[in-house]
């Protein structure tokens, strides 16, 4: 595997390097990371209509694009609230 530089600001390196400390981790690695796990907005279309199908399919469940945003949009509410283990 060649490795490639990635040219960002100083604050921009340092807070990865505060990151992938505390995770353990190098930046090398949490960059890595976030590349291999992170979607593109088609293949979050792609990933949604798949578990449609597969709900419509196996268990008879219909989800209308107006119950998929609302999903959505309590998904994000939930990940944006600090977590109730990170308070204690």
Do not use: C, K, N, W
Not at 50 to 69: M, P, Q
């Amino acid at each position: 595997m060649s490795d490639a530089m990635i040219r960002v600001p100083a604050e921009v390196r340092d807070r990865l390097a505060v990151i992938a400390e505390s995770r353990g981790t190098s930046i090398r690695s949490l960059v890595q990371e976030f590349a291999e796990t992170t979607l593109t907005d088609e293949e979050r279309r792609e990933r949604a209509e798949r578990t449609r199908s597969y709900l419509a399919e196996h268990f008879g469940v219909e989800v209308s694009d107006e119950e998929s945003a609302a999903m959505g949009r309590r998904l994000r509410e939930a990940y944006a609230q600090p977590s109730r283990d990170a308070a204690a």
